[in-house]
């Protein structure tokens, strides 16, 4: 009677235990990855990056040390300089990925390969010194970076040297690259603008050899118009781009007759130009 009672209640246990075996996989599995959340993200994003096609333009690779100084700052800097970007309306040009956690670049050479590979217009990359650095006393990250960037060249590489120079000059009047911890809040947004205005002057630039003249003019006025909110005198070396562009546009459209109402714009702010250039003369004078 027992060995019949036995296999009646045997399908039972059996129905009963598959369900909980499986609840119980499926639990283990869940818990092994909410606890490598971090990791399978990371490889899933460099997968997305190395197979298929980049839909940003500017991108970070930058070394620093999340939970610390350095990583907080860097949060901040990304804050900002996205914070700037929708402002000036760069952002309808210019798409901004952070790709700090799955490629790392050791020099321009590599850098550059990946932007032929990926058709990426600029990689910021470098990294933060370390955050138990300090001067006085007082804690302090220093900031590295290097920004490469794509261009047309020819084979002598005049083209390429031409650049090379104009944006060292640049660099060399943005050139505050470090935060103090008593200033944190201070440096950072310097270090964000000194980011952002590198960053939009080499995309327009590159457009403007590229023969992209109307969206590197389109960057340069909304450059040259945040500089000017800022009263940063940057905005002085975008105005030769400017009138430069005013003038190779305002010929193409106005006088071959391609579109006389917007030569005719283009005309009156060369004008515009040149009044505050005459008043910028004579408040130095």
Known sequence: MNNETDKINLPNIIEILIPLLIIMVLGWIARVVWHNRKSIGIWFKRQ??????????????????DGLNSGNYFEQIKKNVNSISNKSGVYKQIIINDFSNI??????DEAESFINKKGIDLIIWGGFTNDILKVDGENINEIELHFTYGHPDDKKNIIGKMILIDISSKL?????????????????KIVSNNIFDISTYIIALTLKIYGRLEKSLNLFEQLHN??????????????????NLYQVLAIENGINRKNFNLGSDLCRKI???????????????
């Open 48 to 65: 997305k990056l190395k197979n298929f096609p980049a839909n940003f333009n500017i991108a970070f690779s930058l070394d620093f040390k």
């Open 103 to 108: 490629q790392k670049f050791r020099n321009k």
């Open 172 to 188: 060399a009047k943005k050139n505050y690259w470090k935060i103090v911890e008593s200033n944190s809040l201070r440096d950072t």
């Open 226 to 243: 945040n500089l000017v909110e800022r009263k940063d005198d940057f905005q002085n070396e975008i105005v030769p781009h400017l009138y």
């Open 271 to 285: 004008l515009i130009i040149k009044k505050d250039e005459v008043k910028k003369k004579k408040l130095n004078d």
